[in-house]
């Protein structure tokens, strides 16, 4: 199986409560520009493959394609099953899953995608693209809970900028809901508390590439 | 037993009229008075209460009344000492005037307030309760318990001893001493000014009062008739409802018949019934009761009042105006209403009640002004073009100092000089409890140069020719450009400039700007206010204060409905008002003072209301990825351009501040394309609100609003059906739709555990809960199962629905007949696949709304002709019927809203001589009309094959829920083959065939069900029309409508009737037009003859008080 052909391993997270493991693994979507109808045919589904002629702009096909061949393959790595055979659904809220005892998870930003895997318990994780966040303070007092906002407040003290605290809570909050399998809108009702997160950093760092990984923090989670 | 007061000298300057006995005998307090009269005319019937809802009078003797003021006092004086409070929380009635007594004659301070609405406390009385400390709550038993929940919430209420007052204790009014109080006691605290946070309780004592029953007294007519006798609905909770209403009568020793103001706004005209039947001669009200008897009181109605002995009526509490004395003297001519009556009169708490008014007998007399004088505080006489007619507020009292007062310098005023009015004597309170430094500050006031001891009352006002006119209250007075403006008179010159206004609910204040005070001006708009329309009003309420009072205002900020804060006793609060406006919590929808937004102008006309959405969401995507907007695909989703969870609620949150509501982020992975979601978003609220869009801090503060993600509570239509379900609860009536019955119902329910008797259903053969019918079915679910699972033309054919059609076509005299599973889509499926467009359906104005659509659906070219109308269908179709391939001509068996029924024969003639079909909806006549319930056509005498499409339902005679259709052979082949409706939808389901079916068998069995329904149709018609009822074209059928031509009182006859035991539906607008809001009666053949006489007895009775 071409594994090394789409994305890098990044590494085998073990879940704090000792409850499971999980395999994240991460892929550039410029890397593979000229690959999109190789990939397309060779790891897609019928369905997906149908759709790529939809989209119309050009990026948003690669992006496409690189994320859900990726996700076949590190499926696949698990489960036994051709990428192409592979059956994805979606939950009511929308999270796509499969039927076959593996948990995962996607996310991208940027340039980057990253999905997570685990046999043992349902995964959530999330990449944002480090940048400037326009009207920060409208989103924190929007979107996070009172001790999410005494998070963004220590991360702060430490000496980051108020856009970084928030990309930094913002992806473990977004970790967890889709550990969850809950949108953000159904946030307010959510354990959240239960759901333990921890940050990529040292993943992301330890990743030996061209491609500038401090550009992006991450997170994942464990249900 | 006590004695009669002994004669003491009084030190009142007063007059001594040889017919003043109470003064005579040297009452000295209120309980002197009363225990007086009781004494010389133990017998004599003092008050009378009408509860309203033509329940009894309740009367009560000076006798009874001395009984159980001292029984009450009795029990007060149990845990309460001389000179303590006690709270009053009494609706109107003789329990509060008893409770009133009860307090004075135990010696503590009456503390008189509106008892609170048990689901909406008033906030005022904790705070009443806090600056006055009572030790004692004095209520009625119901009262008691509905409060529990309010009283247990709030310590100082909870701290209260509470009595009900209405409770008989009468062995205890010999427990009662007398506590001896002096008339310098303390009778009552009146917390009528003030706010929430500062109430003001204005101390009176038994001095005052009985001063100022004098001055009233005196003033309006020295000699009373013995015939003298006067109504008040007044809240006697305040001033001039307490003390001119309660007090006065029994001062004058004379009687008053009492009513709550609750019954008079529900139904003016029962003030006026009042004063007819009564022949009374007096009377009390401020000016919006005059208007709002003028708009609500029929021309008919004035006829059958007799007004004639009727000689004052007191005018005050409020400004008074010409129009409304005109207009309420025109009205009431006819009923002997004489102009003389009025009796304007001017008063305030803080000098008990009476200040000016009279002198009687003459009317209210007027005075034409300047206009521009007074702005400038002078009184100049009018001149063309500049003239303001001010009616006068009477002669000042003779035994007390009234002067005009500058409110500044505090120097006296010349002449013909509008300054504050302050008045000295004995009916000035000492003050406000417990405050005093207020108290001295408003009732110890010293004019420059002279004398102390003034009470400021706050009003402004002038004096000219011994009569005083009050033009307005100074703390509202509105000073630009150094002129005096009122603002009630801007408020009443804008109010009814465009119909989105609310008149009576605008606040008009001045802010201090920059330069020179700001003219503002507030008004509610009603619900169906729409944002486009806001410049229109802007618009016309600038012109209205233009023309009528002469001033622009600065701003116009238009209020959501009930926005406008107001006081217990209705008034609008301006101050409140502009507190409001100024720390934002006042609820606005518009202000004429918003700049438009330059970005509103960029994005262009608003066409397409979603297109500055589009427009805006592009260019924030444009924003995002640095890309140039002109590249952003309208037809590409979001999530194409690659937004991560960041960006998502980024955007969301922008697009929550822009459109003003909240927004569910999965409607940005729901939509496919940018357009679609604008679409979306827009739907959800009004478009893009310009002013948002730059507004980012206003964005941040924003406070957390509370919406769905599907805007139902947007909808225009919601909203309308909200008002209309608010509108019952103003009127203090309960929703009568979807009550729920208990058990099988007929011509007897239970409703809430209570057996009723039913006429609110269409069991008419009362086939629906036969045991018979229930076995039929049970067997056929038992044979079927619960559903046939499918469509008739591919699997859900089964044995019971060949049986019933050929029953039912047996039955009615065709040749077939095929079922749908409700009676609603047998019209909408029949009518709409008949025919179509190049057809023409026409329908009978009172055509059942299903059949309507139906029409509607069909796509045909509908005409509606008049009721019944045969000869009009012939016009219609002479005219029309050539340029159409088919017409269809739709007319009912029994109409459900008359109860009458067509002429067959005539609509047979009519089809054949055009060339029509004719449909007959014999929903409420097949088991109804004809000898043996075979409907219509048997009823008429005419053979069923005459009409094309017999069409009737499962639901009413036939115990069942469906419909069918009677019909040729191929137009039944021809639906079952292809009408939408049936082949699409699942067959009838075996148990509800089954019920027809056996329904059906037991009524060929069993005619005589029918001959019951028929007799008991016709008793029921007897019996209303000889009680008078309005039946209307009600004939030989079991539905008899009760007209009210009043669609409140028909809610409300049905709540009464319900507590009766009898439940009936009203039918109100806008089913029907107002005029001809009904009862509507559905009379059953298992109804008894004893429940039908019941029933029109006590319809009879109750509609006896409401109706002429």
Known sequence: MPSSDVGARLGTVAAETGSGVADVWLAWIGDHAREVDAFSREYLSAEERARVPEYRIREAAERYVVTRALVRIVLSQHIGVPPREIRVTRTDTGKPVVTDGVHFNVTHSGELVLVAVSEDCPVGVDVERKREVARVDALIARWLTESERTDVAQFRARGLTESDAFLRVWSLKEARLKALGVGISGAARAPLHRVRARPLDDLLESLVTQHDTHGYVGALAFA | MSAVPRPVTTTHSSHRSTADDARAAGCETLVDLLRFRAETSPDRVVYRFLPGDAKPEQRITYRELDRRAKALAARISETARSGDRALLLVPPGLDYVAAFFGCLYAGVIAVPAYPPNPRRPDPRIPSIVSDCDPGVALTTAPLLAKLDHWRGGDERLAALRWIAADEDASDASSAWTDGGIRGTAVAMLQYTSGSTAAPKGVMLTHRNLLHNLSLIRSAFNVTHGADDVGVFWLPPFHDMGLIGGILQPCYVGRGAVLMSSATFLQRPRSWLEAMSTYRATTSAAPNFAFDLCVERIKNEEVRDLDLSAWHTVFDGAEPIRAET?????????????????????????????????????????????????????????????????????????????????????????????????????????????????????????????????????????????????????????????????????????????????????????????????????????????????????????????????????????????????????????????????????????????????????????????????????????????????????????????????????????????????????????????????????????????????????????????????????????????????????????????????????????????????????????????????????????????????????????????????????????????????????????????????????????????????????????????????????????????????????????????????????????????????????????????????????????????????????????????????????????????????????????????????????????????????????MLFLELAKARGLNTGSSGGTPIIPVITGDSVLAVRLSQQLLHRGINVQPMVAPAVSESAARLRFFVASTHTSDQIRHTVDTVASLCAVHVG
């Not at chain 2, 630009?480 to 119909?499: C, F, I, K, T, V």
């Not at chain 2, 604008?678 to 609100?689: C, E, F, I």
């Not at chain 2, 029309?880 to 003639?909: N, T």
């Open chain 2, 325 to 1017: 004395i005109d207009r309420f003297t025109r009205k009431f001519a006819d009923a002997g209403f004489r102009r003389e009556a009025f009796f304007p009169c001017y008063g305030l708490a803080e000098a008990t009640l009476f200040v000016s008014g009279g002198p009687w007998g003459q009317g209210p007399s007027s005075l034409d002004v300047s206009r521009a004088a007074l702005e400038q505080k002078r009184v100049a006489p009018a001149t063309a073009g500049d003239r303001l007619r001010l009616i006068s507020s009477g002669a000042p009292a003779t035994s007390q100092e009234v002067r005009i007062v500058d409110p500044e310098s505090q120097a006296a005023c010349d002449e013909r000089r509008v300054g504050e009015i302050w008045v000295r004597g004995e009916s000035v309170a000492a003050g406000y409890w417990n405050n005093p430094a207020e108290s001295s500050r408003t009732f110890d006031a010293e004019i420059a140069g002279g004398a102390r001891g003034y009470l400021r009352t706050g009003d402004l006002g002038f004096i000219d020719d011994g009569q005083l006119f009050v033009t307005g209250r100074l703390k509202d007075l509105i000073i630009l450009d150094g002129r005096n403006y009122y603002p009630q008179d801007l408020e009443l010159a804008a109010e009814r400039s465009h119909p989105s206004l609310r008149p009576g609910h605008a606040a008009a204040f001045a802010l201090t700007g920059e330069s020179r005070e700001r003219l503002v001006i507030a008004l509610e708009v009603t619900r169906h206010h729409r944002e486009p329309e806001h410049e229109a009003v802007f618009s016309a309420v600038r012109r209205a204060l233009a023309e009528r009072e002469g001033v622009l205002p600065d701003v116009v900020v238009l209020v959501r409905q009930n926005g406008i804060p107001r006081t217990s006793s209705g008034k609008v609060q301006r101050r409140a008002t502009r507190a409001m406006l100024l720390d934002g919590t006042l609820e606005t929808v518009a202000r004429s003072d918003e700049t438009i937004d330059d970005v509103a102008r960029v994005l262009g006309t608003r066409s397409d209301t979603s297109a500055p959405v589009e427009a805006w969401l592009r260019r924030w995507v444009a924003d995002e990825l640095q890309i140039d907007v002109n590249t952003v695909d309208p037809t590409a989703s979001v999530r194409d351009y690659g937004l991560d969870s960041v960006a998502a609620v980024r955007l969301v949150t922008e697009i929550e501040q822009v459109l003003g509501h909240r927004v569910d982020v999965a409607l940005l992975w729901r939509e496919p394309t940018i357009r679609s979601l604008s679409r979306a978003l827009d739907a959800g609220g009004q478009g893009l609100s310009p002013r948002h869009v730059s507004d980012e801090s206003a964005a941040a503060r924003r406070e957390e609003r509370h919406v769905s993600p599907l805007p139902a509570a947007e909808f225009p239509e919601y909203r309308l059906l909200q008002s209309r379900l608010e509108e019952l609860e103003r009127h203090g009536l309960e929703n009568p739709y979807f009550r729920v019955h208990e058990g099988a119902t007929g011509s007897t329910a239970r409703v809430d555990g209570r057996e009723l008797i039913n006429f609110a259903n269409y069991n008419y053969l009362g086939l629906s809960g036969d045991p018979r019918v229930n076995a039929a079915v049970i067997e056929a679910v038992s044979r079927y199962g619960t559903s046939v699972s499918a469509s008739r033309v591919v699997s859900g054919e089964r044995p019971i629905h060949q049986e019933l059609e050929q029953e039912l076509a047996g039955f009615i005299g065709v040749e077939d007949c095929i079922l749908f599973i409700g009676g609603v889509t047998t019209n909408v499926s029949t009518i709409s696949h008949l025919i179509g467009a190049g057809d023409v359906v026409l329908c009978d104005e009172l055509l059942h709304n299903s059949a309507m659509q139906g029409a509607l659906f069909s796509g045909a070219h509908r005409l509606t002709f008049p009721h019944n109308d045969a000869a009009a269908v012939v016009r219609l179709l002479a005219d029309v019927r050539s340029k159409y391939r088919r017409a269809l001509i739709v007319i009912e068996g029994v109409y459900s809203a008359d109860g009458d029924i067509p002429d067959l024969v005539q609509f047979v003639r009519v089809k054949k001589r055009h060339e029509a079909w004719l449909m007959v909806d014999e929903a409420h006549s097949i088991g109804v009309l004809g000898e043996t319930g075979r409907g219509l056509a048997e009823h008429a005498g005419v053979s069923p094959r005459a009409v094309d499409l017999w069409m009737g339902t499962l639901s009413k005679s036939l115990a069942s829920v469906g419909g069918y259709i009677g019909a040729r052979r191929e137009i039944v082949e021809y639906l079952k083959y292809t009408a939408p409706g049936f082949v699409y939808s699942v067959g009838m389901a075996p148990g509800n065939a089954a019920a027809s079916l056996e329904a059906l068998r037991i009524l060929r069995r069993e005619p005589q069900r029918v001959r019951q329904l028929h007799e008991n149709a």
